[in-house]
């Protein structure tokens, strides 16, 4: 996101003296003085874009590859400093059935994309961005191919988002993360999601040129309602609300980041009992991704590069 700074610069007079044959001192007109330079202005576009290889691809606590490595990309235009729209796609593993051979509900999706817009725009350290994002997944098999009520839905859904970001300072940034839906993976289940984040950025520290590092973490409650399947096979439940977080670091160079990550959250995977849902083989991690080992402590690592056209110039 470009930042607009304002610099102020005042004008510099100089007297010269230009001194005779004799001597004499005489006072000459004032030497002109260029002016600071002004800012570059704000591109009128620009489209920004990059890779992320992963061992994992971890989504509000919960692992979209089954714990598998990810490959991920996305391509950005963004205009005017205010506007943007996007395409977002990465590989997932949605299996339709778990590993002791019962229906999951999954739709064995190929690939998750994701198309994105909205507007954000700075002001100083401030920046707003309000938007709306639809989760696609290519390639599901359809409602009731395995049976009635299995699957029961395809899981494609949107979302709208607020995303403010505050920077302190040249070390310190904090942000929130506020969406909502009204049918969370297709379910039915409005879902909001509020989260804090926040960024130490040891950059100016950093005793090698052009290698920065940082550690950033992200706190948030995943608010779940109950299921409307639409399935007459299918009673309808209360999904589980949850808390989750993440923490790690990252080092930079360039337009390279390798991202150290420690995920999880209050999901369990052994069989519970679960309010509105009774008892729960699977845990409430079961109920709501229909897996049971997608939970729990994650370590992921992974290696992304980000770049911009005009930044290629």
């Not at 989760?135 to 395809?154: D, F």
Request: net charge negative.
């Amino acid at each position: 996101m470009n930042k607009i700074a304002v610099v102020a610069a005042s004008m510099l007079l100089a007297g010269a003296a230009s001194v005779g044959a004799a001597g004499a001192a005489d006072l000459s007109s004032p030497m002109p003085v260029k002016a600071a330079p002004a800012p570059d202005p704000t591109p009128l576009w620009d489209v920004a874009f990059g890779v992320k290889l992963g061992t994992d691809y971890v989504f509000r606590g919960i692992s979209q590859t089954d714990g598998n490595p990810t490959v991920q990309g996305y391509a950005e235009l963004r205009l005017f400093d205010w506007i943007y729209a996007g395409i977002f796609a990465s590989n997932v593993d949605f299996p339709p059935l778990n590993q002791f051979g019962g229906f999951t509900g999954l739709t064995d999706a190929s690939a998750e994309i994701d198309l994105y817009g909205g507007l954000r725009h700075t002001w100083g350290a401030f920046t707003a961005d309000v938007g709306f994002v639809y989760y696609y997944y290519p390639g599901e098999i359809g409602v009731n191919t395995l049976g009635a009520g299995v699957p029961s839905v395809n899981i494609d859904y949107w979302e709208i988002y607020f995303k403010p970001t505050y920077v302190i300072n040249d070390v310190f940034t904090v942000g929130g993360n506020l969406y909502y839906t009204n049918s969370y993976a297709g379910s039915g289940s409005t879902g909001t999601y509020l989260s804090g984040t926040a960024k130490i950025d040891f950059t100016k520290w950093s005793p090698v040129k052009d290698v920065g590092f940082y550690v950033s973490g992200e706190l948030g409650y995943q608010w779940l309602g109950q299921t409307d399947l639409g399935n007459i096979f299918v009673a309808n439940y209360e999904l589980p609300s949850y808390t989750t977080w993440n923490v790690g670091v990252a080092f930079t160079y360039k337009a390279a980041t390798l991202d150290l990550r420690y995920y999880g959250s209050t999901l369990t995977s052994s069989p519970s009992y679960v309010s509105g849902v009774g008892f729960a083989p699977l845990g409430t991690c079961g109920v709501i991704s229909g897996l049971q080992n997608v939970c729990g402590d994650r370590y992921v690592a992974s290696l992304s590069f980000d770049t911009t056209f005009l930044a290629l110039k």
